[in-house]
């Protein structure tokens, strides 16, 4: 054989084995994925605060490794050293920890199922971490544990050693589980209720486990304690051990399913997704599943690092929302509601947050995946008819948790950008409902009454985060008047919104030229800080919400003073040092730490409010400095290792600013058909759209150095503009970037060119 091997190196050149080793690995983008990205975090420091997710996209379940205690938002970090078991998750992120979860850990030896005692070490050195599968050695059991999954279900594959005492621990965690051994058909069955925000009406997580090895021992316990003689337990922490025999290497398999409707439709999922199937052909869709989905953006001509940093940024963006329905025996779409605690027609997705991923992630879903969030817009429209509201953080109902009303801007924009099939008009008049009133769990608008009296909510009427909250009901209502008019409603309805997108005015302060808390009286707060972080502002400082003007920039540039005066506070942004104040918070959040350690000034793209602030050069005559901070951001701030985030990943909006980066636009303004110019990172991508079109990007003398757009042709047509149009992009489009090493000052200096502002339509 090694001979055989020697002739054929001598034989093939060593060139075309590369060209070869690389046309494969492009064809199978789910390998360059490193699930592990960002897991190196803690409470303290966010470099991504993710963990190994283990499902199909989209999947109603999750699985992950656990490393941290039950209960514990961080449930694995990368720097520990032991496994408590595989955990079924549907955690978006460990801030607002995980609902509906269960977990399962091989043990040999003495009969452990405390989550301390039955512990493992393991190492980094045999794990293997893929979308579609994860495989680690159990060191103090001796253990071998895999895992591969479908939407609704899994397959476990154990190897154990030669043992009388190899068992399996079930546990259904605390605040409320139940356990059922049923021996005869070697199966467990049971539920879990905990859960972590809101309030959920009769949730359950029920669950089914299969074993296709005979437990010849068995027993369930509670709390801290063995129950004997006991089949069936329902308690605060419930779990089951069973137990066997095992010869050196044997392979015990299990099947897994979980429902939020019942046991039987979790017996029907298992049927459904698993059938006959083995671990190996589950393996082999679920890694299908993921080539599928990633291929539809082909990426080359970039450094592997790249590469694996770009498919691992857009697996994440396919893991939430997952999925929330079922499809019953009658072959129909079903949910549990939360809401009304039973079972509903209809889609339904949980699991992220607007504030967050209304500013790219779903953008991208409608320009690469629309089909998908067709039925995302169709969950909208169940949250609205049983909750009566639109959620703005889903986990999996209503969660008290961050601001503004930007479910707006996901409603609007994916009609805006052609999606249909859906009742658009239910969901319009649900925007209007939250637009004008405040709801629970920061659903609708806190303060609206203030707002649609004032224009702004005041900073005096203890209501935290005051000048944010404004700026961001501006936006929102910018949204709904761009989706009243598109759906040909009355001016007079739609007009209000129009004239309310403007009140971002009202707290704009003449004298600093920078967004700031305003009193009730029309004066503004006194003193005033601009690097203080919170108070008036939402995670961030006045620095970075300043720019959330996402619509009207041109508005905004008049507020400072005109375009130079706009570019100069823009340069200054970067130039000045990471100062801050964190004594609203009383200590030194991590995302202060984080945009100190990124040290590129002001600028905390660690957060979400700061994202989109590089492409503003764009609309004030200067985005070869877009193109500039594009690439150090990207170069900088992203790499392919357990650090590689620079703060929360949070649902695919930090992935979502790589992925439309590397490609060579951004969205900064959903709700319009624009995106805005940088730089492409790739020599070549090619995006295969649903309609069956592409968008072919090329620029094959991309480099380290030659970041910089020398000119730019579309369609074999020279393209001036500073944004590309999405309607455009549909129809496919071959765009051919000109890279150079050095800015080109007279490309994009047109006003003409420049992307939409509100106040330059109005004209």
């Given at each position: 054989m090694k001979k055989l091997t020697y002739l054929l190196l001598f034989i093939i050149p060593l060139t075309q084995l590369k060209s070869q080793w690389v046309e494969k690995a492009l064809d199978h983008p789910e390998e360059w994925v490193n699930p592990l990205i960002g897991t190196l975090s803690k409470p303290s420091l966010s470099n991504g605060n993710t963990y190994p997710a283990v499902t199909v996209p989209y999947g109603m379940n999750l699985w992950t490794p656990q490393?941290?205690?039950?209960?514990?938002?961080?449930?694995?970090?990368?720097?520990?050293?032991?496994?408590?078991?595989?955990?079924?998750?549907?955690?978006?992120?460990?801030?607002?920890?995980?609902?509906?979860?269960?977990?399962?850990?091989?043990?040999?030896?003495?009969?452990?199922?405390?989550?301390?005692?039955?512990?493992?070490?393991?190492?980094?050195?045999?794990?293997?971490?893929?979308?579609?599968?994860?495989?680690?050695?159990?060191?103090?059991?001796?253990?071998?544990?895999?895992?591969?999954?479908?939407?609704?279900?899994a397959q476990f594959r154990l190897t154990y050693p030669k043992s009388d005492s190899s068992w399996v621990v079930i546990d259904a965690f605390d605040k409320g589980s139940s356990i059922t051994i049923i021996p005869s058909q070697k199966k467990i069955v049971g539920y879990s209720t905990?859960?972590?925000?809101?309030?959920?009406?009769?949730?359950?997580?029920?669950?089914?486990?299969?074993?296709?090895?005979?437990?010849?021992?068995?027993?369930?316990?509670?709390?801290?304690?063995?129950?004997?003689?006991?089949?069936?337990?329902?308690?605060?922490h419930c779990g089951a051990i069973i137990g066997f025999a095992t010869q050196k290497g044997e392979k015990v398999n299990l099947r897994v399913a979980s429902s939020f409707i019942s046991l039987e439709q979790a017996e029907l999922n298992l049927q459904r997704e698993l059938s006959k199937d083995s671990f190996?052909?589950?393996?082999?869709?679920?890694?299908?599943?993921?080539?599928?989905?990633?291929?539809?953006?082909?990426?080359?001509?970039?450094?592997?690092?790249q590469m694996r940093t770009f498919y691992s940024a857009l697996y994440r963006m396919l893991c939430f929302p997952h999925k929330m329905y079922e499809i019953n025996k009658n072959n129909e779409v079903v949910h549990y509601s939360p809401y009304k605690g039973k079972t509903e027609p209809g889609y339904r997705f949980a699991g992220t947050g607007f504030w967050d991923t209304f500013r790219a992630l779903y953008p991208f879903l409608n320009l690469v995946y629309p089909s998908i969030n067709v039925e995302m817009q169709k969950g909208l429209i169940s949250d609205y008819?049983?909750?009566?509201?639109?959620?703005?953080?889903?986990?999996?109902?209503?969660?008290?948790?961050?601001?503004?009303?930007?479910?707006?801007?996901?409603?609007?924009?994916?009609?805006?950008?052609?999606?249909?099939?859906?009742?658009?008009?239910?969901?319009?008049?649900?925007?209007?409902?939250?637009?004008?009133?405040?709801?629970?769990?920061?659903?609708?608008?806190?303060?609206?009454?203030?707002?649609?009296?004032?224009?702004?909510?005041?900073?005096?009427?203890?209501?935290n985060e005051n000048a944010a909250r404004t700026l961001e009901y501006a936006y929102d209502d910018?949204?709904?008047?761009?989706?009243?008019?598109?759906?040909?409603?009355?001016?007079?309805?739609?007009?209000?919104?129009?004239?309310?997108?403007?009140?971002?005015?009202?707290?704009?302060?003449?004298?600093?030229?920078?967004?700031?808390?305003?009193?009730?009286?029309?004066?503004?707060?006194?003193?005033?800080?601009?690097?203080?972080?919170?108070?008036?502002?939402?995670?961030?400082?006045?620095?970075?919400?300043?720019?959330?003007?996402?619509?009207?920039?041109?508005?905004?540039?008049?507020?400072?003073?005109?375009?130079?005066?706009?570019?100069?506070k823009l340069d200054s942004l970067f130039e000045m040092p990471p100062l801050f104040d964190d004594s609203y918070y009383g200590s030194t959040i991590h995302e202060i730490q984080e945009m100190i350690n990124a040290n590129m000034g002001q600028y905390a793209h660690g957060n979400q409010p700061a994202q989109h602030i590089i492409y503003l050069y764009n609309y004030a005559g200067e985005p070869w400095k877009t193109q500039y901070w594009v690439r150090e951001t990207l170069n900088r701030l992203y790499q392919p290792t357990p650090d590689g985030y620079c703060g929360d990943e949070d649902n695919g909006q930090t992935s979502a600013w790589y992925?439309?980066?590397?490609?060579?636009?951004?969205?900064?303004?959903?709700?319009?058909?624009?995106?805005?110019?940088?730089?492409?990172?790739?020599?070549?991508?090619?995006?295969?759209?649903?309609?069956?079109?592409?968008?072919?990007?090329?620029?094959?003398?991309?480099?380290?150095?030659?970041?910089?757009?020398?000119?730019?042709?579309?369609?074999?047509?020279?393209?001036?503009?500073?944004?590309?149009?999405?309607?455009?992009?549909?129809?496919?489009?071959?765009?051919?970037?000109?890279?150079?090493?050095?800015?080109?000052?007279?490309?994009?200096?047109?006003?003409?060119?420049?992307?939409y502002s509100y106040s330059t339509d109005k004209k």
């Open positions: 490393t941290g205690k039950n209960g514990d938002g961080w449930q694995y970090q990368y720097d520990a050293d032991k496994i408590r078991g595989i955990k079924q998750t549907h955690q978006p992120s460990p801030w607002m920890n995980d609902y509906g979860m269960f977990s399962i850990m091989p043990v040999t030896g003495k009969m452990s199922f405390n989550e301390d005692e039955r512990a493992s070490w393991f190492s980094h050195k045999s794990e293997v971490s893929k979308p579609y599968y994860y495989s680690v050695y159990l060191a103090n059991h001796n253990v071998t544990a895999e895992v591969t999954p479908t939407e609704r279900a905990r859960y972590s925000r809101g309030k959920l009406v009769g949730f359950k997580n029920y669950f089914v486990i299969y074993s296709d090895k005979p437990f010849t021992k068995y027993t369930s316990w509670k709390d801290k304690s063995l129950v004997k003689d006991s089949l069936h337990i329902t308690g605060n190996d052909t589950t393996y082999e869709k679920a890694k299908l599943s993921w080539n599928e989905k990633l291929k539809k953006v082909e990426v080359s001509g970039g450094s592997i690092d008819k049983e909750g009566g509201w639109l959620p703005e953080w889903s986990s999996p109902a209503y969660a008290d948790c961050m601001i503004g009303n930007n479910s707006a801007s996901v409603v609007a924009d994916a009609y805006i950008k052609g999606l249909r099939g859906y009742d658009i008009n239910t969901l319009y008049e649900a925007l209007l409902h939250g637009a004008n009133n405040a709801g629970p769990e920061a659903t609708g608008r806190m303060g609206i009454e203030y707002y649609k009296k004032l224009g702004y909510v005041p900073y005096d009427v203890k209501i910018f949204t709904i008047y761009k989706l009243g008019k598109a759906l040909g409603r009355p001016e007079s309805e739609w007009a209000e919104y129009a004239k309310r997108s403007q009140n971002y005015q009202k707290i704009i302060d003449p004298e600093t030229k920078l967004a700031r808390g305003r009193n009730l009286d029309g004066s503004f707060q006194k003193p005033f800080n601009p690097f203080k972080w919170g108070d008036a502002f939402t995670e961030g400082n006045s620095w970075h919400y300043t720019w959330s003007v996402f619509h009207d920039i041109e508005g905004l540039s008049k507020l400072m003073g005109g375009k130079k005066q706009f570019v100069k992925i439309f980066s590397a490609l060579g636009f951004y969205p900064v303004t959903p709700a319009t058909d624009q995106y805005v110019l940088g730089a492409p990172l790739f020599q070549k991508a090619i995006i295969h759209l649903e309609n069956g079109k592409n968008i072919e990007i090329n620029a094959q003398e991309n480099s380290k150095e030659k970041m910089y757009v020398k000119s730019l042709n579309m369609n074999g047509q020279p393209y001036s503009k500073n944004w590309l149009n999405h309607q455009e992009l549909m129809k496919g489009a071959v765009l051919q970037f000109i890279m150079d090493d050095k800015p080109n000052k007279n490309r994009g200096t047109n006003e003409k060119d420049f992307p």
